[in-house]
T-cell receptor, first 111, second 113 residues
């Protein structure tokens, strides 16, 4: 079983739509949680951290459910420029700051 | 501001050849990492370094070696390339005060024939 699991998609949505991605993680020792964005043939970049109380950054809302070991990302009013792969990332406690990356969920926003 | 720079961007090798991938960061970060990314899989950590002169094995270290002689550079070596090492390689770095955030280079696309 993968340590971080995501639906690979693709999610094909029209501009203006609201779309949600989910992610589950298997290691209960996971300490910190993130969403990274990766454009086609580019490097991953941090989109936002995910906090237990939930957090928002403009059109993006992230939620964490530690009991269910579940992370979500909601994108409102989708733009063409949101088309990318979204990587769910988990940091384990202790050690050297090990990040575990999910394989990503691909989003395609069309006109 | 260059950030994290990887060279080369593309390379084609024959089985058994050797090569070195160079990662350079100008942000004075302590931590540096080498990952590989394959279709349908998340980024997997090959080796990492927590400071100049230190290196350690990650999740998939076999067939690779690394060195960090200078704080700003992290080199990844393939001594005898195999087709299974065909992948996209990413280098990343993070500062001591914000270890959770990793800054990535643009990647190196390597094909081993």
């Amino acid at each position: 079983r993968k340590e971080v699991e995501q639906d690979p998609g693709p999610f094909n949505v029209p501009e203006g739509a609201t779309v949600a991605f989910n992610c589950t993680y298997s290691n209960s020792a996971s300490q910190s949680f993130f969403w990274y964005r990766q454009d086609c043939r580019k490097e991953p970049k941090l989109l936002m951290s995910v906090y237990s109380s939930g957090n928002e950054d403009g059109r993006f809302t992230a939620q964490l459910n530690r009991a269910s070991q579940y992370i979500s990302l909601l994108i409102r009013d989708s733009k063409l420029s949101d088309s990318a792969t979204y990587l769910c990332v988990v940091r384990l406690s202790g050690g050297y700051n090990k990040l575990i990356f999910g394989a990503g969920t691909r989003l395609a926003v069309h006109p | 501001n260059a950030g994290v720079t990887q060279t080369p961007k593309f390379r084609v090798l024959k089985t058994g050849q050797s090569m070195t991938l160079l990662c350079a960061q100008d942000m004075n970060h302590e931590y540096m990492y080498w990952y590989r990314q394959d279709p349908g899989m998340g980024l997997r950590l090959i080796h990492y370094s927590v400071g100049e002169g230190t290196t350690a094995k990650g999740e998939v270290p076999d067939g690779y070696n690394v060195s960090r002689l200078k704080k700003q550079n992290f080199l990844l070596g393939l001594e005898s390339a195999a087709p299974s090492q065909t992948s996209v390689y990413f280098c990343a770095s993070s500062p001591e005060e914000a270890k959770n955030i990793q800054y990535f280079g643009a990647g190196t696309r390597l094909s081993v024939l």
